[in-house]
């Protein structure tokens, strides 16, 4: 265990814990970016430098572990005018649509921006405005948004499989995009959306395509046909207040029809195709990890023995 203290705060932590997640154990909010938690900790974006007693710098705090006796400071003056500088540098070449963008009001980097009073940024964008990548039917790619938090690479290799984004040049001309081709069309991509459900801006998103589906519903020639996801119907509820887990299936297929749908769908056959084929997959995951090969043992899981 390591004795240390945080805006004279004393704290005893386990030795390796790192400056961030010592910090948030007595509630110390520090701010991050490219950060996910139990997924990357790069220490790229520097938003969360702290200063420690006797350090020459700046030290980032989600990758700096501490050690026995160590003073840090979260949020003295001169924290606060670097994360300001590391904001308006990230604004410079940040899109000013947020009025417009789809995660106004959520976007990271606009929170972070207000909580530091950014009023205006010193500095001028010479990057040349990049091509939107709208290529994919789920999937929109906007280079000029992104932070090179690398959130989404780090989703994408490590945690999917899939491998599909990664940075592509060096220093100033860096932008992350497909390996093997410029747009998402032209790479191996799974359409899986974890790539945009944990970037921090608005940089990749899911395609909205409700215009389309006005524009059918109020074609008279065409019968318009909604088919929803089984686990909606569970789920929507908790949007409008109700308790989690509320069946509001008769709701939502009057809701659908009130809003002009002709036929409304149920996926169930898909969802029970889905469903043996991810209880297979745990089944033989869990065999994988609790048979004990060297005594050829199956080990019951909740009343089902692996063998």
């Known amino acids: 265990m390591a004795n240390i203290t945080i805006n004279n705060i004393k704290v005893e932590v386990p030795e390796g814990t790192t400056i961030l997640n010592a910090a948030k154990k007595i509630g110390i909010k520090i701010p991050t970016l490219c950060y996910l938690e139990n997924v990357q900790e790069p220490g790229s974006c520097r938003m969360c430098v702290v200063e420690v007693e006797g350090a020459r710098t700046l030290q980032p705090s989600c990758v700096t572990q501490v050690s026995e006796g160590m003073k840090i400071h979260t949020n003295t003056k001169k924290i606060r005018d670097a994360r300001k500088i590391i904001l308006e540098l990230l604004l410079s070449d940040h899109p000013w649509e947020c ?31 990049l091509p939107l990548d709208e290529s994919t039917p789920g999937i929109v790619r906007d280079p000029n948004k992104c932070i090179l938090c690398r959130r989404c690479v780090t989703v994408c290799q490590e945690v999917q499989g899939v491998g599909t ?13 497909p390996g093997q081709g410029d747009l ?21 998103s899911e395609k ?3 215009d389309k589906v ?15 996801a089984p686990a909606i119907r569970a789920a929507l509820g908790e949007c409008f207040g109700l308790e989690p887990g509320t069946l509001v299936k008769g709701r ?3 809701a659908l029809r009130m809003l002009g749908f002709d036929g409304v769908f149920d996926t169930n056959f898909g969802a029970d195709l889905t469903i043996l084929e991810e209880g297979t997959e745990l089944l033989t995951r869990l065999k994988k990890a609790l048979v004990d090969k060297d005594k050829n043992v199956a080990l019951p899981i909740y009343g089902i023995f692996l063998s």
């Open 99 to 129: 009025n417009t963008c789809d995660r106004n009001q959520e976007c990271e980097l606009q929170k972070l921006a207000d909580e530091y009073g950014i009023k205006e940024v010193r500095f001028q964008s010479v990057k040349e405005r």
């Open 165 to 177: 984004l990664a940075p592509r040049a060096r220093g100033f001309d860096t932008i992350i995009a």
């Open 184 to 204: 998402l069309n032209d790479a191996i991509c799974v359409q899986c959306g974890q790539c945009a459900a944990v970037c921090p801006v608005g940089a990749i």
């Open 208 to 210: 909205d395509d409700i």
């Open 214 to 228: 006005w524009e059918a519903i109020d074609d008279p020639n065409k019968y318009v046909v909604v088919q929803t």
């Open 252 to 254: 939502m297929t009057t």
